[in-house]
């Protein structure tokens, strides 16, 4: 029996159909891949955001002892995370002290009258000696926490993610700098990592759930509050009566001080190739009338501090979670510092965004650099190490064995190091120490050179 004409018909017009469609479906895919790979977010460069030329800083006047103070999350309250001290403070160092935690810490302590004060993941404010490690005292502010306290007027303020186990909620309270007594509490309504900063009286930090505190630092008494998009896990940045901070929904913000009050707001969107906005977790840096700060879209942006205008955008391979440090190096000129998941370290134009170095880590950096004269710190979290870099060509001149997030803190004569779950004192060498140091590694050096030439001397023999 034959098969009718009409069959034979109907298989060539569905084989034509299917082909249509096939050929629709490749077009629309690749008109996709082409608007999307077209519309990624590229790099912003514009000139015409005003840039403020600042005076290099000179090293401060000598402070020692109690009068020096390391009072915030970054040192300065606009977080420039900048020391200009001596050159006489660098590598090599020789540990003065170390003592162990026993509990993770991610952040790392301030300083004031000779003592350090550093905030433990586990809910623990602890008071150190800053001469000999030893603890002085220490006090449970709550569970669960991940941020540096704050130090003013003989006062250590603290806040934490969660105040109980079973309360996911967390705390904000004031202690006495001397024996730790406490002077208040107030619960939160929700989660802080926020490391708060002090000024004029009052205290100010951000919460998981957008909101933002201004409160009296007395009394702990709330003054304002300001409700942001998304969760404000970043300590805020204070300058010129300013707050500025990143949020969870991809919003910068600046606020007033005074009364919490908007005074602009501007909106990225990096992630998702230009169809959404990544994450600020990165503390803001102020400087030069210009915002820094990283974001989990694998950018690092830099917006006008007067209007929010976007001035940059530099793009890594990775999450930046990094918070920046940012200074006018002499004869270098105005820099960025900071590294990103990809583990890159970036030495950026204040400027234009430019890269001026670039180093290699070998794993990826978390945590945030710190400037301490002509040298710039950082810690790999993958290999929990801490490196050393000179300002103005990113050669390495330290590494040090511990480390995990932000490592270093200084009063211009010695460095105060976070590991992992550590804390040490370091104090440079001695010219005759180092004298002796180089001593020891050509004697080193020497007997490898020896030992080469008679294992040599073997094989021809």
Not at 4 to 27: D, E, N, W, Y
Not at 110 to 120: A, D, E, W
Not at 225 to 238: H, I
Request: net charge positive; glycine share 10%.
């Amino acid at each position: 029996m034959s098969t009718p004409p009409s069959f034979f018909r109907r298989r060539r017009r569905l084989l034509i159909a299917l082909g249509a469609a096939a050929l629709v479906l490749v077009l629309v895919a690749l008109g996709a891949y082409l608007y999307v790979h077209g519309h990624a977010p590229g790099e912003v460069h514009n000139s015409t955001v005003e840039f403020q030329n600042e005076k290099p800083e000179a090293p401060p006047k000598e402070q020692r002892g109690a009068a020096f103070v390391w009072p915030d999350y970054g040192y300065t309250k606009d977080r420039r995370r900048y020391l200009p001290a001596s050159a006489d403070l660098r590598p090599p160092f020789r540990t003065l002290w170390a003592t162990s935690t026993s509990d993770l810490v991610e952040f790392p302590p301030v300083m004031s009258g000779r003592r350090l004060f550093i905030l433990k993941n586990n809910g623990t404010l602890v008071a150190l000696g800053a001469n000999n490690g030893h603890r002085v005292w220490q006090r449970k502010v709550g569970a669960q926490a991940a941020a540096s306290p704050s130090v003013a007027n003989g006062v250590v303020y603290a806040v934490v993610l969660k105040r109980l186990h079973r309360v996911p909620a967390g705390r904000v309270a004031a202690y006495t700098q001397r024996r730790g007594r406490v002077l208040w509490s107030r619960p939160l309504r929700s989660r802080s990592e926020s490391s708060p900063v002090f000024a004029d009286g009052m205290l100010f930090f951000g919460s998981e759930d957008g909101t933002v505190y201004g409160l009296n630092a007395r009394n702990g008494q709330l003054r304002w509050t300001y409700r942001a998009p998304g969760a404000v896990k970043s300590g805020l940045a204070l300058n010129d009566g300013i707050l500025y901070f990143g949020d969870y929904s991809g919003h910068v913000q600046a606020i007033r001080a005074s009364n919490g009050h908007k005074v602009w707001s501007a909106k990225t969107s990096g992630a998702k190739f230009g169809f959404s906005s990544g994450q600020f977790y990165s503390t803001p840096a102020v400087a030069f009338g210009r915002v820094y700060l990283g974001n989990t879209d694998g950018f690092v942006y830099s917006f006008a501090t007067t209007n929010g205008k976007l001035a940059w955008s530099k793009k890594t391979s990775n999450y930046v979670y990094a918070s920046p440090a940012v200074a006018d190096i002499p004869h270098f000129g105005p820099t960025v510092y900071l590294g990103s998941y990809d583990g890159n370290f970036y030495a950026l134009d204040a400027r234009s965004g430019k890269v001026k170095w670039q180093r290699k880590a070998g794993g990826r950096i978390s945590g945030s650099a710190t400037i301490v004269g002509n040298i710039v710190y950082f810690a790999n979290l993958a290999a929990r190490t801490t490196i050393g870099l000179a300002v103005r060509s990113g050669a390495p001149v330290f590494k040090f064995p511990h480390g995990g997030f932000n490592p270093v803190i200084s009063d211009g004569h010695r460095l105060y190091l976070t590991g992992y779950s550590s804390l040490y004192g370091l104090i440079p060498k001695t010219a005759e120490q180092r004298a002796a140091a180089r001593r020891r590694v050509r004697e080193q050096h020497k007997r490898e050179r020896l030992r080469r030439r008679q294992q040599r001397q073997r094989r021809h023999h």
